[in-house]
């Protein structure tokens, strides 16, 4: 097997909540157990893997484990980030609320309607925010627990910068629906797809980021005004 030949997760290997993490450690950029790994592997898995800059590598890195409290830790594992309410939320698009028992293994059906959702065959940031504000509305019908507050929004709208700036960054930050199923049901990177060519910086990520966060205010807005009439 090639160092970055994709291979299925074993059961005592660890996943997270994060599809980019586990693919990843599918492809042997992190390793294949998901357990042990240290901030200068996730680091370089990051630039490797996905080409991102080194700043974007250090603040994803460092953020992300500052959120889970390991930040001084050696090392840490990728179920790790299954904590409720630290990175991993509520109203995920790939993944059952904490309340239902397991917010951390990809929802096949989950991924059925985010792909529902594209346009034209294509998945884009006006996609991913109308699913994101679907799967609230579900969370908040449906979940006696759900949270979900400015944080969690921000990191919504995080998520969907950084899925589209990494996997779509090569096709105008649009994603073929079934390159997106592969990566999502699968966490592998599918055929054809190759990492960005272009080194993914802070700018663009956080661009998207306002743009899906506007998005989300104005969905919002349109909801409050129709159950207003």
């Known amino acids: 097997m090639s160092a970055h030949e994709w291979q299925a997760a074993g059961p005592d290997d660890k996943r997270s909540p994060c599809p980019a993490l586990n693919s990843l450690a599918n492809h042997g950029y992190l390793p294949r157990s998901g ?3 240290t901030k200068s592997q996730l680091i370089k898995a990051l630039k ?14 460092y953020t992300s484990l500052h959120g ?3 930040l001084c830790a050696k090392t840490f594992n990728l179920d790790d980030l299954n904590q409720h309410n630290k990175l991993e939320h509520d109203a995920s698009l790939t993944r059952k609320d904490f309340y239902f028992g397991d917010n951390h293994t990809v929802d096949p059906e989950l991924v059925d309607l985010l792909l529902e959702q594209n346009i034209d065959g294509k998945i884009n940031e006006e996609a991913l925010s109308k699913l994101h504000w679907i799967r609230l509305n579900n969370s908040k019908e449906s979940n ?9 929004k921000f990191t919504s709208g995080g998520e969907t910068s950084l899925l589209l700036n990494f ?5 105008n930050y649009e994603i073929d629906i079934e390159k997106l199923e592969v990566f999502l049901k699968s966490e592998k990177f599918p055929e054809g797809w190759r990492k960005p060519d272009k080194t993914v ?4 990520l956080v661009k998207m980021l306002m743009s899906s966060l506007k998005r989300f205010d104005q969905l919002e807005k349109e909801q409050n005004e129709q159950n207003a009439n």
């Open 48 to 61: 490797e893997g996905l080409n991102a800059s080194t700043a974007v590598a250090y603040y994803l890195t």
């Open 201 to 204: 910086g802070i700018w663009p």
């Open 68 to 70: 889970i409290g390991k």
């Open 35 to 37: 357990e042990n790994i």
């Open 167 to 171: 996997i779509g960054a090569n096709t």
């Open 144 to 152: 006696p627990t759900v949270t979900y507050d400015n944080s969690r």
